[in-house]
């Protein structure tokens, strides 16, 4: 089982990334799938999940959306209005299942996961 973030890169405060979250050796059809951040000197920080329905942590509600592709083995998320808060190295990974708990996105039981890819949002 193999994930691999893709998509990151510099953008301006207000801009907008798409990351890509892309399968191999598996389908994505039967897997809960997270996106997860984590900044310099921060705690890991569950984002937005995926299974039959979507979730997403109070920080980037209403800004980020997750979808899927199943036909294509890949999970996106679509970040708008990005601000500096958001700089991370961003990962996917597939999970038991999603659940948000006090305006955070659960991030235990993950599974799996690969490299993450780096999003820095400044001026």
């Known amino acids: 089982v193999q994930l691999q973030a893709s998509g990151g890169g510099l953008v301006q405060p207000g801009g907008s990334l798409r990351l890509s979250c892309e399968a191999s050796a598996f389908t994505l059809d039967y897997y809960a799938i997270l996106w997860f951040r984590q900044a310099p000197g921060k705690e890991r920080e569950g984002v937005s999940c995926i299974s039959s329905s979507t979730y997403y942590a109070d920080s980037v509600k209403g800004r980020f959306t997750i979808s899927r592709d199943n036909r294509k083995k890949t999970v996106y998320l679509q970040m708008n209005s990005l601000k500096p808060e958001d700089t991370a190295v961003y990962y996917c990974?597939?999970?038991?299942?999603?659940?948000?708990?006090?305006?955070?996105?659960?991030?235990?039981?993950?599974?799996?996961w690969g490299e993450g890819t780096l999003v820095t949002v400044s001026s």
């Open positions: 990974a597939t999970i038991a299942g999603c659940k948000v708990v006090g305006g955070q996105v659960n991030t235990v039981g993950m599974s799996y």
